[in-house]
């Protein structure tokens, strides 16, 4: 009978990048995904790697800085071990405010005024008179960087079983044994609920995590340098790829586990990207799709221990699952290994929810 040190229940970008930060540290790792590794709110992502705006709970900005700034060496090692580019960029982002955050003070976001015009850094924009502000962040191709991942752990020997939802934690005398699935059962004296939106329905924890969805569109721009910069407006977010795509988004609807597009909102995200950019008139759209999101009450992820031992909880990041990924698998591979995690996760413990 096989056993694994640790079994993660979730094949997304944070299930991922946990079993190879566990293997760094010699642990023998399992994979468990309900569908295909990587498919699900990680593929949807826009991937922008947003670390400092009014949006980020403050109880969670040291971890979406300290994140970011792990991001160029994560990537790298991706890049090396899996041979796949993952087309991280850093040119930054320009955010176009509504009328009732135009100043700095209003505390939109601890940014900076731009340094030049709009019709320098974005000529393609309607309205290059308007008020904006410069970010120095990044944006990575979320598909690129969960398959580059997902190559790099089987470079490591991470095992993987696809297509096979876990029902239940198992656990003998309050110690996790493993976890039972559709198909099977698996053994290991150490579980992760990766699983973002349905974490909460593996037993015996009904973790409060629900599907948020968001609805996107891909289009494919005359030019590869049509756009060089993120640019986030109240209406809509543009989000460029070195290959010409722009990715059009999102929205954040409460619709349950319905990954269905609506054909008029898809049409909302189209008109308003145009009235950004009247050039985009003439884009393809190659593709729309919607993703499901795993938030919490509280708008906070669920990261740490439960009351179960070898039980742990790494879920609900919303829409910083692909931000967080890197810092969220060393801080739980700390705890995991039972040493002391290098910032304080007692607000985001899986504790101050009943259950």
């Known amino acids: 009978m096989r056993n694994w040190d640790v079994i993660i229940i979730g094949g997304g970008i944070i299930g991922l990048s946990l079993s190879l930060e ?36 403050a109880a969670l900005q040291p971890l979406a800085t300290a994140s970011a700034r792990m991001y160029p060496e ?18 930054g982002a320009i955010v176009l405010p509504p009328p009732e955050h135009l100043h700095e003070s209003s505390g939109f976001f601890p940014g900076k ?23 120095q962040e990044r944006s990575v191709d ?9 190559q790099t752990a089987k470079r490591r020997d991470v095992d993987f079983s696809s297509g096979d939802a876990v ?28 699983a973002g939106a349905w974490s909460g329905q593996i037993a015996p924890y009904a973790f409060p995590t629900r599907p948020v969805k968001g609805q996107m569109l891909c289009l494919i721009a005359t030019s590869r340098t049509l756009l060089k910069h993120v640019i986030r407006s109240p209406e809509v ?31 909302r995200l189209h008109r308003a990207a145009i009235r950004l950019v009247p050039e985009l008139r003439n884009a393809k759209i190659l593709e729309d799709w919607a993703g ?27 829409r910083d699952g692909i931000l967080l990924a890197p810092i969220t698998a060393y801080l739980m591979a700390q705890v995991i290994q039972g040493e002391n995690p290098s910032h304080d996760l007692t607000t985001f413990s899986p504790t101050r929810f009943p259950n």
């Open 22 to 57: 566990l293997r760094k540290r010699g642990a023998s790792v399992l994979v468990v995904e309900r569908g295909e590794a990587g498919r699900e709110a990680s593929y949807a992502a826009g991937g922008m790697l947003v670390d400092c705006s009014i949006e980020t709970p």
């Open 237 to 267: 977010y543009l989000i460029p790829r070195s290959d010409g795509r722009i990715i059009v988004g999102t929205t954040v609807e409460e619709a349950g586990y319905d990954k269905r597009t609506d054909i008029t909102t898809i049409q």
């Open 292 to 318: 499901l999101r795993p938030g919490t009450p509280d708008g906070l992820p669920i990261l740490g221990a439960t009351t179960t031992l070898g039980y742990y909880v790494a879920t609900g990041h919303f």
């Open 74 to 91: 994560f990537v790298h090692e991706l890049e090396v071990e899996s041979g796949i580019k993952v087309d991280l960029r850093d040119q």
């Open 167 to 194: 029902t239940a934690v198992n656990e003998t005398d309050g110690r996790v044994v493993g976890v039972t699935t559709t198909k099977t059962k698996f053994h290991a004296s150490k579980v992760v609920n990766c």
């Open 113 to 135: 005024v731009i340094p030049a015009s709009l019709a320098e850094l974005e000529p393609a924009l309607s309205e290059t008179n308007r008020p904006a502000f410069y970010l």
């Open 142 to 150: 979320p598909r690129a960087l969960t398959r580059a991942a997902l």
